[in-house]
């Protein structure tokens, strides 16, 4: 069976860090699309980060570009989200998601872990 | 971007009712639009992908269609779990777009 679980969620300052874990079971990043999807309290989602291990090929939302930066841990099957210089408005559940093979329709989701920028 | 509206944001109806909720693109997206349920303090998941391909498990009831820029998610005969958002997403272009949703209410 195929499940995601996210980890690493947390409070933190406006500025400061956080390193999202998404640990992945039944399937191997190599032939998918995996992302990260985020969503502010009471609000709709928002896309933020889409990988294509196959061949290297990373996208950002523009809120989050130049901040965000996504990673795997093949050894671990570990999807990961690196945040830097957190604002206020990062606050939200943040969701892995895997594509159906290498598209960005998500077929899977983690239950999401909470992210809140404060201080 | 390719921005995503759907209408109505809100739609009250009873059970076994038939659904029609919309979503309307910026711009073509080629037939990669995808649907998804998200109910309250859950993930969402995953309904329609590429316009009118239903996701694995998921029930007749569900369909999709449309083309360009106009969409389209009905669902025939409403059961009581399908009380919930309805989101539409775009894989046409960077960066992939989520719609605002439409609350599915029950009346």
């Known amino acids: 069976e195929m499940q995601l679980l996210e980890s690493g969620g947390g409070l933190v300052q406006p500025g400061g860090s956080l390193r999202l874990s998404c640990a992945a079971s039944?399937?191997?990043?190599?032939?998918?699309?995996m992302s990260w999807v985020r969503q502010a309290p009471g609000k709709g989602l928002e896309w933020v980060s889409c990988?294509?291990?196959?061949?290297?090929?990373?996208y950002y939302g523009d809120s989050v570009k130049g901040r965000f930066t996504v990673s795997r841990d093949n050894s671990k099957n570990t999807f990961f989200l690196e945040m830097n210089s957190l604002r206020v408005e990062d606050t939200a559940i943040y969701f892995c998601?895997?594509?159906?093979?290498?598209?960005?329709?998500?077929?899977?989701w983690g239950q999401g872990t909470l992210v809140s920028v404060s201080s | 971007e390719i921005v995503l509206t759907q209408s109505p944001a809100t739609l009250s109806l009873s059970p076994g009712e038939r659904a029609a909720l919309s979503c309307r693109a910026s711009?073509?997206?080629?037939?990669?639009l995808a649907w998804y349920q998200q109910k309250p303090g859950q993930a969402p998941r995953l309904l329609i992908y590429?316009?009118?391909n239903r996701a694995t498990g998921i029930p007749a009831r569900f369909s999709g269609w449309g083309s360009g820029t106009d969409f389209t998610l009905t669902i025939s005969s409403l059961e009581p779990e399908d009380f919930a958002v309805y989101y539409c997403?775009?894989?046409?272009?960077?960066?992939?777009?989520f719609g605002p949703g439409t609350r599915l209410d029950m009346k």
């Open positions: 998601a895997k594509g159906r093979g290498r598209t960005s329709s998500y077929e899977l």
């Open positions: 039944g399937f191997t990043f190599s032939d998918v699309f």
């Open positions: 990988a294509n291990f196959r061949d290297s090929s990373t």
């Open positions: 711009q073509t997206v080629n037939n990669y």
């Open positions: 590429d316009t009118s």
């Open positions: 997403q775009q894989r046409s272009d960077w960066p992939i777009t």
